[in-house]
């Protein structure tokens, strides 16, 4: 069965870091797109971050320079490294898995989430 797994979570003060990882099973994981969401209550999730098969990177505005999305084809594994955190980054990561690299919509694997809280 496929399957996606967060972890890393956790809460931190603003100006920390954190880095989430998503463990993957059940797919080819390096044919795969991967990318992180965000979802804080009431809001639509965000895109955060993506990265495809090929190692090519984006990143929301909110988040570039302070986010680096990265992934282990040997590991089955999709990072997020996440520095100098705001409150504003508050929320429950997700981690997504697609065969077409298009962002806008709501397709592919996901996990179960992983909740991120900055605050002092």
């Known amino acids: 069965q496929v399957q996606l797994v967060e972890s890393g979570g956790g809460l931190v003060q603003p100006g920390g870091s954190l880095r989430l990882s998503c463990a993957a099973s059940?797919?080819?994981?390096?044919?795969?797109?991967m990318g992180w969401y965000r979802q804080t209550p009431g809001k639509q999730r965000e895109l955060v971050a993506t990265?495809?098969?090929?190692?090519?990177?984006n990143y929301a505005d909110s988040v570039k320079g302070r986010f680096t999305i990265s992934r282990d084809n040997a590991k089955n594994t999709v990072y997020l490294q996440m520095n100098s955190l705001k409150p504003e980054d508050t929320a429950v990561y997700y981690c997504?898995?697609?065969?077409?690299?298009?962002?806008?919509?709501?397709?592919?694997?996901w996990g179960q989430g992983t909740q991120v809280t900055v605050s002092s």
């Open positions: 059940g797919f080819l994981f390096s044919r795969n797109h």
């Open positions: 997504n898995a697609r065969q077409v690299p298009i962002w806008g919509r709501e397709y592919g694997y």
């Open positions: 990265i495809t098969n090929a190692g090519n990177t």
